[in-house]
């Protein structure tokens, strides 16, 4: 480590590096909340925890807050990625196992499996993703075949 030094702001939960004070006041964007922390503290606050984000605590300093839940809208947005991802992932299994159908070279295991996958795409194609984050996803099939 260096022991570069930086600033955090609170208000901004962002860190600030010494070195480019100058260009920050030029820009008019340095924070007047900032309270000086080593590259220590820079490095231990970089990365958040699963649902938490960087804030600052009384003194001013990093600490980790609660993320805010997600809006309606972000639910939606993230079940109807999930959604796609599945069926895409579906997808890719079924064509090949169609392609042994298609051309009579399907094993019965194969077929069993074409079959479970089929049904598995159907169900996921019926998932209402307005009631997210609510969401009863189908169990896929056993990719075994």
């Known amino acids: ?6 600033v955090f702001s609170g208000t901004t939960g962002a860190f600030y590096p010494l070195n ?3 260009g920050y006041i030029d820009a008019g964007s340095w924070p007047e ?4 922390v080593g590259e220590e503290i820079f490095i231990k606050f970089q990365n958040p925890p699963p649902g938490k984000l960087r804030g600052g605590d009384a003194n001013g300093y990093p600490c980790w807050v609660d993320a ?4 309606p809208e972000d639910a939606k947005r993230s079940v109807a990625l999930t959604k796609k991802s599945q069926l895409d992932d579906a997808g890719r299994i079924i ?3 169609q392609d042994a159908v298609d051309l009579n070279m399907a094993t019965e295991a194969e077929k069993a499996a074409l079959r479970a996958w089929k ?7 019926r998932v209402d993703i307005s009631t997210a984050p609510d969401i009863d996803w189908p169990t896929p099939p056993d990719e075994e075949a």
């Open 1 to 6: 480590m260096n022991d570069e030094r930086y």
């Open 20 to 22: 480019r004070k100058q």
């Open 33 to 36: 909340d900032s309270v000086e």
């Open 68 to 71: 805010p839940p997600p809006t």
């Open 95 to 97: 064509e090949p196992l």
């Open 119 to 125: 049904k598995y795409r159907v169900f996921l194609n």
